[in-house]
């Protein structure tokens, strides 16, 4: 390739539009990325995110679940072999 056809491509790709969010390529008339969903204003800025929050429990959650199950099972059984022999 020769300089010229590089320098055009990369005037071509400069003009091109991008997703502020995912940086996918965009068409001229779409109102939503298609690669993240972004809703995309005029000037393609990016809407402000809201944070979320984690959905999965954390460590120490789950090591108390497990402490929990854990204690009742551990009582409710022996009342059960005690309540099965008599």
Partial sequence: MCL???ITKIEERMKMKYCPECGNKL???QN???GCGNELSKDTE???RTQVQNS???HDSTLS???LVGGI???LLPLIIIGLET
């Fill in 27 to 29: 068409g001229e008339k």
């Fill in 73 to 75: 099972v551990s009582i």
């Fill in 4 to 6: 010229q056809n590089v």
């Fill in 46 to 48: 990016p809407k402000k």
């Fill in 65 to 67: 679940t497990i402490y």
């Fill in 32 to 34: 939503f990325c298609p």
């Fill in 56 to 58: 999965e429990p954390t």
